[in-house]
């Protein structure tokens, strides 16, 4: 687990006598008539079991089912723990989250996704993705909003923590290729990449160093539910 700032078929013999080979009503049962074997006895066709065996598969599914989840948690999904506060509302800390490690492998990363990823001081990182390779993301325009290639975006009462504004540092960034320009939803409290323009990169970070999307808050119990892609970034072309 990381941490983000963030029954079997067998077949059956014929219907018969105990050792599976049917019994000719023509012909009386040797040893005097007694159909059944004395107590004890082995019947034929049937092999005892051996002692352990019943353990060994316990042991053989057990391991399976570690490699499985090993296989899941390298390829498919990881989760993680939010210790801090900066995407308040939408994850609080020690809210946990399911990452699709796979999310991008098909698809390219887009705006509003949250993303974990490798952050500007080596450790797991989680945020919202405000812009993407190609695009100008500004703050802010006349009414304090934050634009993405001239569009403002409308946040409030979306996922943009309450009371918090949009930015209180100004910015005016061009995202290269391949990058991306991440923020938290509490912007009052994140060092995203507003904190990090003078890294070379211009506070962006690369796609390459983005572990997946988180797509699923799965604790505390009532708190669980989907995180979907706000509508607020459908306008943006």
């Not at 006598?17 to 082995?42: H, I, L, R, T, Y």
């Not at 797991?124 to 290639?149: F, L, P, Q, W």
């Amino acid at each position: 687990m990381g941490k983000a700032d963030e029954s079997r078929l067998g077949t059956a013999g014929p219907v018969g006598s105990a050792d599976g080979v049917p019994e000719d009503p023509a012909e009386p049962a040797e040893g005097g008539g007694e159909d059944e074997p004395a107590a004890g006895e082995k019947k034929k066709g049937r092999p005892a079991k051996k002692k352990g065996s019943g353990l060994l598969e316990i042991l053989a599914y057990s391991l399976g089912g570690v490699v499985v989840a090993l296989l899941v948690h390298t390829f498919l999904l990881q989760s993680f723990w939010i210790p801090s506060e900066s995407m308040q509302n939408t994850l609080l800390v020690d809210d946990y989250v399911v990452v699709n490690k796979l999310a991008y492998k098909f698809g390219p990363v887009e705006r509003g996704d949250i993303v974990v990823f490798k952050g500007w001081n080596g450790e797991d990182t989680i945020k919202r993705v405000i812009g993407v390779g190609g695009d100008h993301v500004k703050c802010c325009d006349a009414k304090h909003r934050i634009t993405v290639n001239g569009t403002p975006l409308d946040e409030e009462g979306k996922y943009l923590y309450p009371g918090a504004e949009p930015s209180t540092i100004e910015f005016d960034v061009k995202v290269p290729k391949g990058r991306l320009w991440l923020m938290g939803d509490h912007r009052n409290n994140s060092a995203d990449s507003r904190y990090n323009v003078e890294d070379g990169h211009q506070g962006t970070v690369s796609e390459d160093d983005v572990y997946g999307r988180a797509f699923l808050r799965y604790w505390p119990l009532n708190r669980i539910s989907l995180l979907s892609q706000p509508e607020t970034f459908s306008v943006v072309r």
